[in-house]
């Protein structure tokens, strides 16, 4: 009864906060140009992004069919690092390409 009582008398159990802050996830946003190659996209999503092959041409052709694609979603801290890396890779190569990052 005693038991009975403890499962029926509406103590809260459940935790509402949380105990541990969470990171913040950014969403890596690659750009279209018209001078950038699309091989060089590609290889950009692959090396720097760890996409396969099929999945790296098809952000690509997302990216030039309709002005932007989401490479991935980071901490702020990765993000930040990947679009820089984007940004140097480019600039090494004589390509305009841009990448941006927006909060997920
Ligand atoms: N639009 C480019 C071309 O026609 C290809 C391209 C794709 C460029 C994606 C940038 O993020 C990009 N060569």
Redesign the pocket.
Do not use: I, P, S
């Given at each position: 009864m005693a038991d009975e009582q403890r499962r029926t008398d509406g103590e809260v159990l459940e935790r509402t906060e949380r105990q541990v802050q969470e990171p913040e996830f950014y969403q890596v946003v690659?750009?279209?140009?018209?001078?950038?190659?699309?091989d060089f996209?590609v290889q950009v999503l692959e090396e720097i992004f760890n996409k396969q092959p099929a999945e790296a041409y098809r952000i690509?052709m997302q990216?030039?069919t309709q002005g932007r694609g989401v490479c991935g979603h980071y901490p702020y801290e990765v993000a930040e690092t990947k679009v820089a890396t984007v940004q140097d890779r480019a600039r090494e190569a004589g390509f305009p390409?841009q990448a941006t990052m927006e909060k997920a």
């Open positions: 690659l750009l279209n140009d018209d001078y950038t190659t699309m996209v690509m990216v030039h390409l």
